[in-house]
């Protein structure tokens, strides 16, 4: 069918009463022109996930060739509906690659694009695999008991064999899951919904636990309803659970991470339970993909940052979530596989070793005004930056120092004291440095009332990144805010008292006269 | 690479295309192909699996478990390799699916069997005897895939069918890694693993020129050609060598 006919039958179909399958006619000739333009660069000619974009992806775009869909409403082994193709593409796949086409394409286009990824594989042509959606249900009522409940289902079903027992993605299957094309591949994080492949609700995560995400190693768990080995109501208390480990949405970003002034010693250890009540930030982080080695396939996505500071010291909280606590060997195996899927452009290929996880914070060498700031990746060789640089190696080390570009670091004396601790998944660092320094020789000295311009690094060992191969954010502002005085609090009180206390005189002499003139 | 053996083929190769009627006969009596298949060359080692992360399948062994990848016998021959009639069947000879299931059980953190063989439509019944959480995923191309939990022992098995023949469908599990297990799916009964003997046995072949293939994970396929007639037997031979 030509896209003139389809138009003709879309316009007969609206001055006749016509069926329904005609007015949802999909073309496959324009969505096979309308697939060349914007998808064979990742998904390949042929649909096989072989464009030119895809060698630097993980998890590779998907092979259209064998018919086999992650996020369906059918049960696991069975073809996606057309409207589960069409949610992929007007959506997208958070957490990887694929973005969502609603904006960028018309409806046609992209329905048109449905009829044209179901001409991929054969499976779509055979009439006796006719996809029937799930019967999926309501959930039942949530709150705090459903997520305990979920809570101990989620470990009797075994959840916590890939997602870990904080459900950070660092179970101990972790280390050796591949998908079905035996590239690396991870358990979600499931305290970073936003990142979910197929979505965050509630409704989302019990389909998924239903139909699984064929591909990957996630499997269904629709059998136990068979089997009775779970209620129904216990699968949705799983979802509930896992709903609840994630924020609401993605954590705002903002640009200035605002460190209040402390009174007591400052929170060194990062287990120190004053940090629940400092204001956390997010920061998202990306691949460098700016010098060689690019890298496209960072793991850390994001460090939350905290900080506080007292008349003389600065402490600052680094809360991320790595899988895996490198160096480990246990990992080894799926570094050396990360660094095979996803070939370098380094003139020498890299081989896999136990590296550590990393963290570096990066501040401006100088004092800069406004919006001026050294070169994001590291500084250039005549504009250094400041950083702090944390290993994980040989019980975890800092050092100061000043880079001049990624391929030079100069150590300076006066480093910070970092302390570091590794919790189901996740790594908390807290340094802690004096604002001014009496070494000349260190650039940085903080004050109050200034905003510093501040970035962050981030390395997953055991994701194969070193040196280059890593994470970052762009530049953000440290401020240190001044203390408040003493009784600058007590003036909006007395303010609000004073208000008070006039409108009751008011109020009670209006009673007064209504009473009087009543 | 090795050389088979087969005892020449003749006279019966004329008597393939009888009546549906006639191979009807055949099938119940039937020819014999049967024959082992050899290993030359060093055993390899296979590699130790720790198990220290699941007590409850470390508990069912004695000896420290290892991969099955290769599994040479005391009498030199190879086992778990998947035999069986890859062409040479009448066209439009299709048998009912066998009713009777195979079973594949997750037993000490391994699939047991290793190696199955299984007809198209035949029931496949999961079984899970380890109490802990094991997924089952298999990674068939002609058949459509699945990918099942079963986190305990299971009260009843859960059952699936392959709908197209394919040497062979491969099934892990991703909890863990080192669990894998081979199906053999064809649209016939011809079809045998070799076992602790080394041996094997396709009975109730029509009279037919046949090429048998021999599969192996590690060592990959041979193939032989044997004619059979009437309800003779006729014995053919591989060998795998060492890589």
């Known amino acids: 069918m030509t896209r003139r006919t389809a138009v003709v039958a879309l316009l007969g179909s609206v001055l006749l009463p016509a069926p329904r399958s005609l007015l949802l006619a999909q073309d496959t000739t324009a969505g096979k022109v309308v697939y060349e333009k914007w998808c064979a660069g990742c998904h390949g000619e042929g649909g096989a996930g072989d464009g030119p974009g895809a060698a630097a992806m993980l998890p590779r775009p998907r092979d259209f060739t064998f018919g086999i869909y992650q996020i369906r409403t059918t049960a696991t082994g069975q073809l996606p509906t057309d409207a589960d193709i069409q949610r992929a593409i007007d959506e997208g796949i958070p957490g990887t690659a694929m973005p969502g086409w609603r904006a960028q394409l018309s409806d046609a286009e992209r329905r048109d694009l449905v009829a044209h990824l179901k001409t991929l594989s054969t499976f779509f042509a055979d009439t006796t695999m006719r996809p029937v959606p799930v019967e999926f249900g309501d959930p039942p009522g949530g709150g705090d008991e459903a997520v305990r409940l979920g809570r101990l289902f989620y470990d009797s079903i075994g959840c916590r064999k890939c997602h870990g027992d904080a459900g950070r993605g660092d179970g101990p299957s972790a280390p050796t899951l591949e998908d079905d094309a035996g590239l690396p591949t991870f358990a979600a994080d499931l305290t970073q919904g936003w990142l979910f492949n197929g979505g965050a609700s509630v409704a989302e995560i019990y389909r998924r636990l239903r139909t699984g995400l064929d591909g990957t190693p996630m499997p269904t768990f629709s059998d136990l309803l068979d089997q009775q080995f779970l209620t129904d109501e216990e699968l949705w208390r799983v979802a509930q659970y896992v709903h609840s480990l994630s924020p609401a949405r993605m954590p705002e970003v903002r640009d200035v991470v605002h460190a209040p002034a402390w009174s007591g010693p400052l929170p060194a250890d990062p287990e120190d339970s004053a940090w629940a009540g400092v204001e956390a930030y997010w920061f998202p982080l990306v691949g460098q993909i700016v010098r060689r080695p690019r890298w496209f396939t960072p793991a850390v996505q994001g460090i939350w940052v905290q900080a506080v500071h007292t008349a003389d010291s600065l402490a600052l909280r680094l809360v991320w979530n790595d899988r895996s606590r490198s160096p480990d060997t246990s990992w080894l195996a799926f570094t050396g596989k990360v660094l095979a899927a996803v070939p370098g452009d380094d003139s020498v290929p890299p081989v896999a070793e136990p590296w550590p996880d990393q963290v570096a914070v990066q501040f401006p060498a100088r004092t800069t005004t406004g919006m001026e700031r050294p070169y994001f990746l590291m500084g250039a060789a005549n504009d250094p930056v400041y950083q702090w640089r944390w290993v994980s190696s040989e019980g975890g080390r800092t050092v100061a120092g000043l880079a001049r570009g990624l391929e030079r670091f100069d150590t300076l004396p006066g480093s910070p004291v970092g302390r570091a601790l590794y919790d189901e998944g996740q790594w908390r660092v807290v340094f802690t440095r004096s604002l001014a320094t009496a070494d000349s020789a260190n650039p940085l000295q903080f004050g109050v009332e200034r905003a510093i311009p501040m970035a962050v690094f981030a390395w997953d060992g055991s994701n194969g990144e070193h040196g280059g191969r890593m994470a970052l954010s762009t530049w953000y502002f440290l401020a240190l805010d001044t203390p408040t005085p003493p009784g600058a609090l007590a003036v909006p009180v007395l303010a609000m008292g004073l208000t008070l206390g006039l409108g009751l005189v008011v109020v009670r002499r209006a009673q007064r006269r209504a009473r009087n003139t009543g | ?243």
Not at chain 2, 26 to 33: C, F, I, R, Y
Not at chain 2, 73 to 99: D, E, I, M
Not at chain 2, 140 to 160: E, K, L
Not at chain 2, 230 to 238: D, P, V
């Open chain 2, 1 to 243: 690479m090795s050389k088979l053996r087969v005892a020449a083929g003749f006279a019966g190769a004329l008597v393939v295309l009888g009546t549906a009627g006639r191979w009807g006969e055949a099938a119940q009596a039937g020819a014999t192909v049967t024959g082992r298949v050899k290993f030359t060359g060093a055993k390899p080692t296979m590699r130790r699996i720790d198990m220290s992360e699941e007590s409850a399948c470390a508990a069912k062994y004695t000896t420290p478990p290892t991969e099955e990848s290769v599994i040479v016998n005391t009498n030199g021959t190879l086992a778990n390799v998947f035999v069986y009639v890859k062409s040479g069947l009448p066209a439009g000879y299709k048998p009912p699916a066998a009713t009777t299931p195979v079973v594949i059980d997750q037993d000490g953190c391994h699939y047991k069997p290793h190696v199955f063989g299984i007809m198209v439509g035949q029931p496949l019944h999961i079984k899970n005897s380890d109490p802990l959480l094991h997924n089952i995923k298999s990674k068939g191309r002609a058949n459509r895939p699945f990918n099942i939990s079963q986190p305990n022992v299971t009260r009843t098995p859960t059952v699936r069918t392959f709908s197209a023949a394919e040497v062979m469908v491969s099934l892990e599990c991703n909890v863990h890694g080192w669990m894998q297990a081979y199906a053999g799916v064809v649209a016939h009964p011809f079809f045998a693993v070799t076992g602790a003997d080394g041996t094997f046995s396709l009975k109730g072949l029509p009279p037919g020129t046949y090429t048998i293939e021999a599969w192996h994970e590690r060592y990959g396929v041979q193939t032989a050609t044997v004619t059979v007639a009437g309800t003779e037997t006729k014995t053919t031979e591989f060998t795998f060598a060492a890589k």
